[in-house]
């Protein structure tokens, strides 16, 4: 099974902050990869799809890069409604979803 | 609004069974896969299982393999997980999620319900 491993696991920001997660595969998963936001009593909520295409109605201080083993999701300038967890999922091959990475003040 | 709604969560002894269902609205359900993930308390996200557009294929994470059984009735707009011999680490919240890609069994989720809890304890 292909494993996605995020990093890191929990960061401190402030808002305005230029903010990167990393997601690594095990294996190379092309561009089968996506980006949700979760916050507390929620479901998650997808942002970018295929590594890098933005979801529609999603801000675009959003951003994801990679293809390969190697992705990032990019949060050009943090706003306050942005402090969530942030999950990665491949779909190359079933599903996997990252560990996650919460995003605090 | 495109919108899915689960059902059928709840307490239920280790052992025991319980079916969950998610009711799908505003979107033609026949042309899409639909999938189960979970969240267990606390904890990050985990793919549960996938059926495709027809229900012909199915998928399951070895978690839960050969304990758990997807379905849909295209009939009724409507995706179904069986749950057998149910395990304390199998308590979480159970979402269902439409898979973004017309036709595509695997691709990203762009549709997901509230959830629904389900608690396996004695």
């Known amino acids: 099974a292909i494993q996605l491993t995020q990093s890191p696991s929990s960061l401190s920001a402030s808002v305005g902050d230029r903010v990167t997660i990393t997601c690594r595969a095990s294996?190379?998963?092309?561009?089968?990869v996506a980006w949700f936001q979760q916050k507390p009593g929620k479901a998650p909520n997808l942002l970018i799809y295929?590594?890098?295409s933005l979801e529609s109605g999603v801000p675009s201080r959003f951003s994801g890069s990679g293809s390969g083993t190697d992705f990032t999701l990019t949060i050009s300038s943090l706003q306050p409604e942005d402090f969530a967890t942030y999950y990665c999922?491949?779909?190359?091959?079933?599903?996997?979803f990252g560990g996650g990475t919460k995003v605090e003040i | 609004e495109v919108q899915l709604v689960e059902s059928g969560g709840g307490l239920v002894q280790p052992g025991g069974s319980l079916r969950l269902s998610c009711a799908a609205s505003?979107?033609?359900?026949?042309?899409?896969?639909m999938s189960w993930v979970r969240q267990a308390p606390g904890k990050g996200l985990e793919w549960v299982s996938s059926?495709?557009?027809?229900?012909?294929?199915?998928y399951f994470a070895d978690s839960v393999k050969g304990r758990f059984t997807i379905s849909r009735d295209n009939s009724k707009n409507t995706l179904y997980l069986q749950m057998n011999s149910l395990r304390a680490e199998d308590t979480a919240i159970y979402y269902c999620?439409?898979?973004?890609?017309?036709?595509?069994?695997?691709?990203?989720?762009?549709?997901w319900g509230h959830g629904t809890m389900v608690t396996v304890s004695s």
């Open positions: 294996q190379g998963i092309r561009s089968a």
């Open positions: 295929d590594a890098s």
């Open positions: 505003a979107f033609t359900f026949s042309s899409y896969a």
């Open positions: 999620a439409k898979t973004r890609g017309f036709g595509k069994t695997f691709d990203a989720f762009d549709i």
């Open positions: 999922q491949q779909f190359k091959s079933f599903s996997t």
């Open positions: 059926i495709a557009v027809s229900g012909a294929n199915t």
